[in-house]
């Protein structure tokens, strides 16, 4: 059985100092599984999409996303915002 290789990308996105947002970690194998594995410590929020994780990961560290990316991003930001919203009402 092939397995595919894990991977995964993480951003951030400051808007009183980003115009875009940044990569701020990526890798496969081991890499990916300590950037899920801190995400999960720091209870921050995860988005699977194997699409957008391959074209974050053939960016640099400290890049912004391109424009094309975008549209993806901001409705990820903006899904991972309503779950902030709704742990905050708890």
């Known amino acids: 059985m092939d397995k595919k ?3 995964a990308a993480a951003i951030k996105y400051d808007k009183e100092h980003d115009k875009a947002p940044v ?4 890798g496969e194998g081991y890499i990916a599984q300590k950037i899920k ?3 999960s410590e720091l209870d921050i929020p995860t988005y699977k999409d194997e699409k957008l994780v391959n074209q974050l ?3 640099s560290i400290g ?3 391109p424009p094309e990316l975008y549209q993806v991003v901001a409705e990820i930001l ?3 915002i309503r779950l902030d919203t709704k742990e905050e009402k708890r």
């Open 5 to 7: 290789k894990q991977t």
């Open 23 to 26: 990569i701020v970690a990526k």
């Open 37 to 39: 594995e801190i995400a």
């Open 57 to 59: 990961n053939n960016l």
């Open 63 to 65: 890049e912004e996303i």
């Open 78 to 80: 903006a899904f991972i």
